[in-house]
């Protein structure tokens, strides 16, 4: 799975939120995620008033994830998935933004986890109003997904607004190929 998207810009305000912007696989059956993230604020794996990205494996309520890396408003971002059979019993996932090779997180399974939802996701805590999101939009596009034998799965992306605090979304493009959903952010 891969996804671009564009760091945006600042929050107006800084309440210690947290807010994470990410592509990533969740495992229904092991409760395990693999996401590439883009946080902004201070989450277990650090970080502060800017964007940073950190990479993230969690299992349970067991969170494993990289350093953070601080980036620039305007960066452009490609979130990555991968497996790789090793053999018969030994599987290698990673998770990483293309271009930044600390953010790299290597997994080896046996057996394998069976991922079976892929999302785009806009997650945010500790949010008091609208200036604590980043101004306008976030566009995650050219999403692709592709299986093991380099076809792609059927997908149809289900739109999930945060009406509570007024994060919309909007898909562009469904499909597991060029896919774009846009999250739009409440205005101040």
Partial sequence: MTTKWTVPSLPATDNDQVL???DGLYSTASDAT???????????????????????????DTAFYTTPVK??????????????VVSDTSYYYQASFANFNTTTFPL????????????????ASGVTGPSDYPSSQT???????????????????????????????????DGAKNAAITFIYPEA
Avoid at 110 to 123: H, I, M, N, Q, Y
Avoid at 139 to 166: C, K, M, R, Y
């Fill in 34 to 60: 693999l996401l590439p993230s883009l946080q902004y604020g201070t989450s277990a794996a650090g970080g502060g008033s800017y964007w940073s990205l950190v990479t993230w494996y969690i299992l349970g």
């Fill in 20 to 22: 994470f912007l990410f």
């Fill in 108 to 123: 080896f399974l046996s057996p394998p986890l069976a991922f079976d939802v892929a999302e785009e996701r806009v997650e």
């Fill in 71 to 84: 980036v620039s408003v305007g960066d452009s971002l490609k979130g990555i998935l991968n497996m790789t």
């Fill in 139 to 173: 566009v995650f596009s050219n999403i692709n997904l592709h299986l093991l034998n380099d076809t792609n799965p059927p997908v149809q992306w289900n739109a999930h607004s945060d009406d509570e605090n007024g994060v919309a979304v909007s898909i562009a493009a």
